[in-house]
C-alpha cells in the first residue's frame, strides 16, 4: 500500500495557467506538508497543516494555496503558473519525532 | 537561506570503501534526521537522532551528533553501487506543537561498482 501519494507525478504547462496537485497519506498522520525542490536540489518547505490548520507558511507567493479537505489530503493549488513555477514538488506527512514520509514528487514544467 | 549545510556536496568513492557525510546547523533542535534521495524519487527517511543523544547506529549507518559545534556527520560503511544518491540532513524544532523541519542541501554520492 503506498502510505504517501500524490498526482500527476508529471505535470506540463503553459505560462499563465492554474494547476493542482493531489496529495494523498494514509498513514493517520496529523501533519501535512508540501515541498519544492528546484533544479540544484535545495529542498524548501512551502507549507505545512496541522488538523486542517495552516501552521506554517514560508514566503511562497500567494498564487499557491494549499487545501485540505481532510486530515488524510492535503492538495496544492497554482495560480498563473510562470517559469520560475518549474520544479519537483513533493508531498509529505510526518509521524512520530517528526520524521517525515514522502510521496514520489511530481515535476512541473512550465512552458 | 538553508539551515543545514552538507558538506561535501558531492562524493564519489569505490564500492567496499566508506563514505562520510557532514552536517552543520544553525539553531537548536530536538532531533536530526538523515534522508536519502535516489535519483527521480521522494526522499526516504533513514536515521533520527535525537539532540541528547551522540552516536547511533542503523545497519551499515553511523550518525554522530555535536550540538556544542551543531555538526552531525553520517558514515555509510561498506558502501555498494546501490548506495549511489543524495543524502540530506534535516533538523527538528518542536515549538509550540509545530515541527518545523530544515533540510540541508544535500550531498550526492556516487559508488563505482
Known amino acids: 500500500d503506498t502510505a504517501v501519494s500524490q498526482t500527476p507525478k508529471y505535470l506540463v504547462t503553459q505560462m499563465g495557467n492554474d494547476k493542482s496537485i493531489k496529495c494523498e497519506q494514509n498513514?493517520?498522520?496529523?501533519?501535512m506538508y508540501w515541498y519544492k525542490q528546484d533544479s540544484k536540489k535545495f529542498l524548501k518547505i512551502m507549507f505545512s497543516?496541522?488538523?486542517?490548520?495552516?501552521?506554517i507558511n514560508e514566503t511562497v507567493p500567494n498564487r499557491f494555496s494549499p487545501k485540505s479537505p481532510d486530515k488524510a489530503h492535503l492538495n496544492l493549488h497554482i495560480n498563473s503558473l510562470e517559469l520560475g513555477d518549474s520544479a519537483v514538488y513533493f508531498c509529505?506527512?510526518?509521524?512520530?519525532?517528526?520524521?517525515?514520509?514522502f510521496g514520489p514528487g511530481t515535476r512541473l514544467t512550465v512552458l | 537561506s538553508q539551515q543545514g549545510e552538507e558538506d561535501p556536496q558531492a562524493l564519489s568513492i569505490q564500492e567496499g570503501e566508506n563514505a562520510t557525510m557532514n552536517c552543520s546547523y544553525k539553531?537548536?533542535?530536538?532531533?536530526l534526521q538523515w534522508y536519502r534521495q535516489n535519483s527521480g524519487r521522494g526522499l526516504v527517511h533513514l536515521i533520527l537522532?535525537?539532540?541528547?543523544?551522540r552516536e547511533k547506529h542503523s545497519g551499515r549507518l553511523r550518525v554522530t551528533l555535536d550540538t556544542s559545534k551543531k555538526s552531525s556527520s553520517l558514515l555509510i560503511t561498506a558502501s555498494r553501487a546501490a548506495d549511489t544518491a543524495s543524502y540530506f540532513c534535516?533538523?527538528?524544532?518542536?515549538?509550540?506543537?509545530?515541527?518545523?523541519?530544515?533540510f540541508g542541501s544535500g550531498t550526492r554520492l556516487q559508488v563505482q561498482p
Open positions: 497543516y496541522n488538523n486542517k490548520e495552516l501552521i
Open positions: 537522532i535525537r539532540s541528547n543523544e
Open positions: 498513514l493517520g498522520h496529523d501533519t
Open positions: 534535516a533538523t527538528v524544532l518542536f515549538d509550540t506543537g509545530r515541527r518545523a523541519l530544515t
Open positions: 509529505a506527512s510526518s509521524g512520530y519525532q517528526g520524521t517525515q514520509y
Open positions: 539553531t537548536s533542535i530536538n532531533n
